[in-house]
């Protein structure tokens, strides 16, 4: 799979070539949503427009619990379609892309007045396994206390009653959506990052396109289209507003909040789902270098484009995986990182942020504009192909033109060449190492590039031995930047280091390590003054006190 030339030191013959084509469908939103949409659309074949306001996954899709998984609390509310739709859907992503959609183990402690009983949670977690069609040594176990401790040593000896062992999939939620989009290019999409629509263009009363501002030169700019999706998730009714058909259901907006801490700090082995006190579950995972834990579940009435963990947040987490791992004390000095995101959910009255369902709902307005909102990351292929069913019904109806079935369990995503399962991955991570083992470089190393890149690390690599650069860590990542410059869409040094490369969330440190050498690439490359690198260098550091200094001067 050849990579396709996506860039922005080609911004503007992108915009013309938007701006002089009539397009089917334009797609609002460069979402994990949005993002299936484009490839599901494109590949029935669609011509496609996806315009994103910031950059891609910039809003709810890197900000999210970085699993697809099934939902397995979903079952306490007796909600078995949203189970057994998303249960199988991992089985699926996973085959799409299994250098980004990675195995994980789960362990479900069993504690003394805790949310789950032993006979429960046999029977729920059998339940589980029917409605996700799980097979082979995925199948859930039921551990003994024994048995769950020496797994996790660090679970609560005195009140643990045995443990649930179950299957998921972990993911870079932010790379699983720059994914789709890239691939949605194959299929002849066009896709372009800080583009904001402003306003809809109609043909009598029916929508005929969008206006959207290109926030880099603040020009205007217009694309004429069959039909307009939105799919900007917690900005959705903002759209609807601007098409004046905001009424019936309205979104309602939760803050999800995760902390990072380095792995010493939570050295737990093994994934873990465990009880809060107050009733709610959380996740403890462990990733390379750190372990992160979340998340919260709050109302959020505030600026939707200046999400932030508050302290608040951090202490409840903090409570919650002291309390669960008693050999454990955290501290909010002890936090190098964090994230909060929004979950766009579909209002009902009387529910709680915990309690409100995480469907998906689709809303058409009488001059045609198409909103889909809630639904969550594992569920995102279904969510493209129901509204994308709606376009075909409406080109067959409107214009006798009838499109293919969608197919996208079929279309591997970029990077996943040949990799069949996981075990053809952990093969190419060893022959990556093997290729990079003599510069000096770890396991860690490989298993990064590859996890994040899949195949494609082989021109990441290909770009590393045309660069002169004494550091061999500044000398990769300029690599890698030269890779995201070129074929991933990287305006700022935020689109790289937050999220095509997730480094301010699981490798901070090494932000401040790179930060300048990095600065002077996007110089040469973008053609900017020093100016323009000033702004980038305060928003960058603005961003790295955000996410990670919960000190008395923040407090």
């Known amino acids: 799979m050849k990579n396709i030339k996506f860039t922005n030191l080609e911004r503007q013959k992108t915009i013309d070539h938007l701006e002089s084509e009539d397009?089917?469908?334009?797609?609002?939103?460069?979402?994990?949503?949005?993002?299936?949409?484009?490839?599901?659309?494109?590949?029935?074949?669609?011509?496609v427009a996806l315009l994103e306001k910031g950059d891609f996954a910039s809003g709810t899709s890197s900000k999210s619990t970085k699993l697809i998984h099934g939902g397995l609390r979903y079952l306490k509310q007796f909600d078995f379609w949203l189970v057994k739709e998303v249960g199988s859907e991992r089985a699926i992503v996973h085959k799409l892309a299994p250098h980004l959609v990675l195995p994980e183990k789960m362990l479900l402690p069993l504690i003394e007045n805790g949310s789950y009983g032993k006979w429960l949670t046999s029977i729920g977690l059998k339940v589980y396994d029917i409605l996700a069609q799980v097979t082979g040594?995925?199948?859930?176990?039921?551990?003994?206390?024994?048995?769950?401790?020496?797994?996790?040593?660090?679970?609560?000896?005195?009140?643990?009653?045995?443990?649930?062992?179950?299957?998921?999939?972990?993911?870079?939620?932010?790379?699983?959506?720059?994914?789709?989009?890239?691939?949605?290019?194959?299929?002849?999409?066009?896709?372009?990052?800080?583009?904001?629509?402003?306003?809809?263009?109609?043909d009598g009363d029916k929508i005929a396109g969008v206006k959207a501002i290109d926030t880099v030169t603040d020009?205007?700019?217009?694309?004429?289209?069959?039909?307009?999706?939105?799919?900007?998730?917690?900005?959705?009714?903002?759209?609807?507003?601007?098409?004046?058909?905001?009424?019936?259901?309205?979104?309602?907006?939760?803050?999800?909040?995760?902390?990072?801490?380095?792995?010493?700090?939570?050295?737990?082995?093994?994934?873990?789902?465990?009880?809060?006190p107050d009733g709610r579950m959380m996740f403890a995972i462990p990733r390379g270098k750190i372990t992160y834990v979340g998340t919260t579940d709050t109302n959020f009435n505030d600026n939707k484009?200046?999400?932030?963990?508050?302290?608040?947040?951090?202490?409840?987490?903090?409570?919650?995986?002291?309390?669960?791992?008693?050999?454990?004390?955290?501290?909010?000095?002890d936090i190098v990182s964090s994230w909060a995101g929004l979950r766009p959910l579909i209002h009902e009255e009387g529910k709680s942020a915990s309690e409100l369902s995480r469907k998906d709902e689709i809303f058409v307005s009488d001059t045609g504009l198409i909103s889909i909102a809630?639904?969550?990351?594992?569920?995102?292929?279904?969510?493209?192909?129901?509204?994308?069913?709606?376009?075909?019904?409406?080109?067959?109806?409107?214009?006798?033109?009838?499109?293919?079935?969608?197919?996208?369990?079929?279309?591997?995503?970029?990077?996943?060449?040949?990799?069949?399962?996981?075990?053809?991955?952990?093969?190419?991570?060893?022959?990556?190492?093997?290729?990079?083992?003599?510069?000096?470089?770890?396991?860690?190393?490989?298993?990064?590039?590859?996890?994040?890149?899949g195949k494609?690390?082989?021109?990441?690599?290909?770009?590393?031995?045309?660069?002169?650069?004494?550091?061999?860590?500044?000398?990769?990542?300029?690599?890698?930047?030269a890779f995201g410059i070129d074929y991933e869409m990287v305006q700022t040094p935020m689109d790289f280091f937050i999220r095509r490369t997730g480094r301010l969330y699981f490798d901070i440190e090494s932000i401040r390590a790179l930060m300048e050498p990095l600065m002077k690439e996007f110089q040469i490359r973008f053609k900017v003054d020093d100016a323009k690198i000033e702004e980038w260098r305060t928003t960058l550091n603005a961003e790295l006190k955000e996410h990670s200094d919960f000190s008395l001067e923040r407090r």
């Open 23 to 47: 397009f089917d469908l334009v797609v609002i939103g460069g979402g994990i949503t949005g993002g299936g949409i484009a490839l599901d659309a494109a590949s029935r074949g669609l011509k």
């Open 305 to 333: 484009d200046n999400v932030r963990t508050d302290l608040a947040d951090a202490i409840y987490l903090i409570s919650a995986v002291n309390n669960m791992f008693p050999d454990i004390n955290l501290e909010l000095e």
């Open 374 to 453: 809630g639904g969550k990351l594992t569920g995102y292929r279904k969510m493209a192909e129901r509204v994308v069913d709606r376009i075909a019904k409406k080109m067959e109806e409107e214009y006798d033109t009838e499109l293919k079935e969608c197919y996208t369990e079929k279309i591997f995503l970029c990077g996943n060449v040949d990799f069949k399962k996981f075990k053809h991955v952990k093969k190419y991570i060893d022959e990556v190492y093997d290729q990079i083992k003599e510069e000096g470089f770890t396991k860690h190393d490989a298993w990064f590039l590859v996890t994040n890149y």
């Open 456 to 481: 494609q690390t082989e021109t990441i690599l290909e770009n590393y031995k045309g660069i002169v650069e004494d550091d061999k860590y500044v000398r990769l990542a300029k690599a890698e930047l």
């Open 137 to 202: 040594d995925d199948k859930r176990k039921m551990l003994e206390k024994k048995e769950a401790l020496k797994l996790e040593p660090l679970l609560p000896k005195k009140i643990l009653n045995g443990a649930g062992y179950y299957a998921e999939y972990r993911t870079d939620d932010a790379r699983l959506t720059i994914e789709n989009i890239k691939s949605s290019l194959l299929f002849g999409a066009q896709a372009l990052n800080y583009a904001k629509v402003n306003e809809f263009v109609y």
């Open 219 to 276: 020009k205007e700019f217009t694309i004429k289209s069959k039909y307009v999706i939105s799919a900007a998730g917690p900005w959705v009714d903002e759209l609807r507003s601007l098409n004046n058909s905001k009424k019936g259901k309205q979104l309602h907006l939760t803050k999800g909040v995760h902390l990072v801490f380095p792995y010493e700090k939570l050295p737990v082995k093994q994934s873990c789902y465990f009880d809060i």
